[in-house]
């Protein structure tokens, strides 16, 4: 099968579940908060991944998927290298975007707003929680930069652990961001491609939601 025939198999209709404006909840993070449980009830694997897109200061946006690791009223938790290119892109243009994806439910979250930086003691809390090995890894990984092969990122493990052993600090360059958002899009798709979506917009201090065209 050509290349040209394989998309043409790859065709999928929409059309199990509805998004109307009578069942919607009117502030956002509480519709987030139902379609994320929703999610989790299924089962889906790596729920919580998200695509986290930046801009770097000559307009040029990256994108790569990160873990929601909290969230609440005031924004979507994640952590991360704060000298990856994330990081830099972060320090120079706060303005980010998030997009969630869970197929199974045909449904999709965009999510956009301001990214402000984690406190020391809430990284400090989450960075202790991690497993030794996920610690050791954020400790050692220079995230973003080229390094000359796998053994040296394994040496760099290894020599870290000889010195370090298991406890120690959080190093000061990694931890968590929280985005703040003032936009939502909540989509779901539906029959041929009529799909329904509506945006939540922050006017006049109020979060107030409309129906966009698909
Ligand atoms: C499922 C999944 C989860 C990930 N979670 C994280 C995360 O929580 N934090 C993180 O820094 N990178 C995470 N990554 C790796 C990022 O996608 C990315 O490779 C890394 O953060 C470097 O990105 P940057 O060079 O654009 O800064 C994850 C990747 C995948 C595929």
């Known amino acids: 099968m050509t290349m040209k025939e394989e998309f043409k198999r790859i065709r999928h209709e929409y059309g199990k579940k509805e998004l109307l404006e009578s069942d919607?909840?009117?502030?956002?993070?509480?519709?987030?908060?139902?379609?994320?449980?929703?999610?989790?009830?299924?089962?889906?694997?790596?729920?919580?991944?998200?695509?986290?897109?930046?801009?770097?200061?000559?307009?040029?946006?990256?994108?790569?998927?990160?873990?929601?690791?909290?969230?609440?009223?005031?924004?979507?938790?994640?952590?991360?290298?704060?000298?990856?290119?994330?990081?830099?892109?972060?320090?120079?243009?706060?303005?980010?975007?998030?997009?969630?994806?869970?197929?199974?439910?045909?449904?999709?979250?965009?999510i956009e707003g301001k990214i402000e930086m984690l406190n020391a003691k809430k990284s400090d809390t989450y960075f202790n929680e991690r497993p030794v090995g996920s610690r050791t890894a954020a400790a050692i990984s220079p995230q973003s930069k080229v390094i000359a092969n796998r053994d040296e990122l394994d040496k760099m493990v290894m020599e870290f652990i000889e010195k370090h052993g298991e406890n120690f600090a959080r190093p000061d360059f990694w931890g968590g961001y929280k985005l703040v958002p003032d936009l939502?899009?909540?989509?779901?798709?539906?029959?041929?491609?009529?799909?329904?979506?509506?945006?939540?917009?922050?006017?006049?201090?109020?979060?107030?939601?409309?129906?966009?065209?698909?």
């Open 184 to 214: 939502f899009e909540f989509w779901q798709g539906r029959k041929n491609r009529l799909n329904d979506r509506i945006e939540y917009k922050i006017e006049k201090n109020s979060w107030i939601h409309r129906r966009l065209a698909p």
């Open 24 to 110: 919607i909840n009117s502030n956002p993070f509480e519709q987030f908060k139902i379609w994320f449980s929703e999610a989790v009830e299924q089962n889906l694997p790596d729920v919580n991944a998200m695509c986290l897109s930046t801009v770097s200061s000559n307009g040029r946006p990256s994108s790569r998927i990160l873990l929601l690791k909290e969230f609440d009223e005031n924004g979507f938790c994640f952590f991360t290298n704060y000298n990856s290119k994330k990081g830099k892109e972060l320090e120079n243009n706060p303005f980010a975007s998030l997009v969630f994806f869970w197929p199974e439910l045909e449904r999709q979250i965009r």
